[in-house]
Nanobody
Framework: QVQLVESGGGLVQAGGSLRLSCAAS????????MGWFRQAPGKERDLVAA????????YYADSVKGRFTISRDYVKNTVYLQMNSLKPEDTAVYYC????????????????WGQGTQVTVSS
């Protein structure tokens, strides 16, 4: 089992920045990648950014390219999502999820999820 705990959400004005954290514990050796998803009210949960532990694969949704950055602290077993130039349309609950194979484009491989953290961007 892997436990994931997100933090860092909040209320920010448009143009501002937030950094989300996802702390992993438990059987972290079974993790081969991490993704950040978001879900706005009435919408589906979408993959925003992801990275594999090996192979150097990094993914960003077109809507966040150039504004969001995913990174990892190997010592702390924590993955971050730095979000800059935030827009009202970035408002959503953000979830981190671990990937069991590292093929972060394969949606079925995300096997453990955090509880989510709310990000609200005011105009």
């Amino acid at each position: 089992q892997v436990q994931l705990v997100e933090s860092g959400g909040g209320l920010v004005q448009a143009g501002g920045s937030l950094r989300l954290s996802c702390a992993a514990s438990g059987r972290t050796s079974s993790m081969y990648g991490m993704g950040w998803f978001r879900q706005a009210p009435g919408k589906e949960r979408d993959l925003v950014a992801a990275m594999s532990w090996s192979g150097g694969v990094t993914y960003y949704a077109d809507s966040v390219k150039g504004r969001f950055t995913i990174s990892r602290d190997y010592v702390k077993n924590t993955v971050y999502l730095q979000m800059n130039s935030l827009k009202p349309e970035d408002t959503a609950v953000y979830y981190c999820a671990s990937h069991g194979s590292g093929d972060v484009y394969y949606m079925g491989g995300y096997d453990y999820w955090g509880q989510g953290t709310q990000v609200t961007v005011s105009s």
